[in-house]
């Protein structure tokens, strides 16, 4: 399979790059620092040499540096499985919050997922097969104190996810949204997760893997992941 991954340096994103890596699938990475990009491409080309690994660096929340990465994307053909992955996280309040901090996690949350897949998703209409994943949050279902803008975005990317999945539909590609917890990413830098309190990268890379291997006319359409002890 060809698979574009979006925010494919760290995190989630890297996990999954890794583990479609070891499966034998070419990879498409995207994210926006190119130091790290080029080191976690470099790491899954030397550990998986079977898989194919292309990259290239892009800020994604900038409309042209998205849609350039999504064409770029499209010159390898049309790919089997896009992973909208690419998120950040601030503490603010929509009322009280500066407006930069709503007009940026919304660029970086929704509009790089948004522009990507409107330049991809014909490329699957075209073959009448694919697989979209958007990674949001459950900050999408359940308003919290000093997560406003955060959890807006997230709310975008949902209502975006709901809309794909039913225009999509009658072409055969499959659109999948995760509703993750909390998980060891950037966003939890420095917590104390030596006693599994939150979820691992590496878990969640499983589980989108074992999403996209369904076959048949089976598709999940939404998914919420917590941490086993809930959230915190």
Known sequence: MKIIITGASRGIGKATALKFASMGHHLLLGAKTAHYLKKTADEI??????????????????REEAIHFAEWCLTFGAPDLLINNA????QGNVVYGPDAN???????????AYHITKIVAPAMVGKKCG?????????AMQAYPNGGDYGVSKFALSGFSKNLRLELLPHGIRVSCLHLGAVETDSWQGFDNSNDRIMKPSEIAELIASIVELKGSVVVEDLVVRPQLGDL
């Open 131 to 139: 697989h979209i994943i958007n990674v949001s949050s459950i900050a």
């Open 87 to 90: 998120g950040t996280y601030l």
């Open 45 to 62: 080309q030397s550990s998986f040499p079977q898989s194919k690994v292309d990259y290239m660096a892009a800020d994604l929340s900038n």
């Open 102 to 112: 709503m007009e940026y996690l919304m660029n970086v949350n929704f509009f790089s």
